[in-house]
T-cell receptor, first 110, second 113 residues
Framework: DGGITQSPKYLFRKEGQNVTLSCEQN?????MYWYRQDPGQGLRLIYY???????QKGDIAEGYSVSREKKESFPLTVTSAQKNPTAFYLC?????????FGSGTRLTVV | GENVEQHPSTLSVQEGDSAVIKCTYS??????FPWYKQELGKRPQLIID?????GEKKDQRIAVTLNKTAKHFSLHITETQPEDSAVYFC????????????FGRGTSLIVHP
């Protein structure tokens, strides 16, 4: 899958539970990003990190949390505070203008 | 901040026709404009890009044009094929540090055989 791996591909969560989505890259990219994708909404930025141990909120950060303890890894936790978490989540990494997406995780709340 | 508008949201064409998707951006400092193709359930993939010092770029059946004065850029697909059916996203990126793209909302292209 070309250097950036998201797991799992499908994830089911019960209401009220936190869940963590994994994103790992071996491209040596400094910057990593999390996007949420809903039908007709395009790609909405949740969080991004440009350097290890630092990250910033994107446009829709409420109900989500992240960490960046290693350059290769940028996990996203969807907390119980996120009211409508069912969506397709995409991770990406970049160096300068070069941008690479992961294959995505589809999260469904049951 | 940057704002990218993309039109149309849905485009339906017959196989062999041309398709044009248009984007406008607001920040004149944006200097790199990629286009991504996303097939159903898959990751977006870069199909073509253009920098602000170029007015047009072509790659086989795909071309992108940029009008910096009007702050708009367009994707042109000629001789469309059913495998061109996908969602297409435009983006604008301002260099000089953050390189965070602002994406359009996407265009669903449907090519009927």
């Amino acid at each position: 899958d070309g250097g950036i791996t998201q797991s799992p591909k499908y994830l089911f969560r019960k209401e009220g539970q936190n869940v963590t989505l994994s994103c790992e890259q071996n491209l040596n990219h400094d910057a990593m990003y999390w996007y949420r994708q809903d039908p007709g909404q395009g790609l909405r930025l949740i969080y991004y990190s440009q350097i290890v141990n630092d990250f910033q909120k994107g446009d829709i950060a409420e109900g989500y949390s992240v960490s960046r303890e290693k350059k290769e890894s940028f996990p996203l936790t969807v907390t119980s505070a996120q009211k409508n978490p069912t969506a397709f989540y995409l991770c990406a990494s970049s160096y300068s203008y070069g941008y690479t997406f992961g294959s995505g995780t589809r999260l469904t709340v049951v | 901040g940057e704002n990218v508008e993309q039109h149309p949201s849905t485009l339906s064409v017959q196989e062999g026709d041309s398709a044009v998707i248009k984007c406008t951006y607001s920040d004149s400092a944006s200097n790199y404009f990629p286009w991504y193709k996303q097939e159903l359930g898959k990751r977006p993939q870069l199909i073509i890009d253009i920098r602000s010092n170029v007015g047009e770029k072509k790659d086989q059946r795909i071309a992108v044009t940029l009008n910096k004065t009007a702050k708009h850029f367009s994707l042109h697909i000629t001789e469309t094929q059913p495998e061109d059916s996908a969602v297409y996203f435009c983006a604008a990126i301002k260099g000089g540090g953050s390189y965070i793209p602002t994406f359009g909302r996407g265009t669903s292209l449907i090519v009927h055989p």
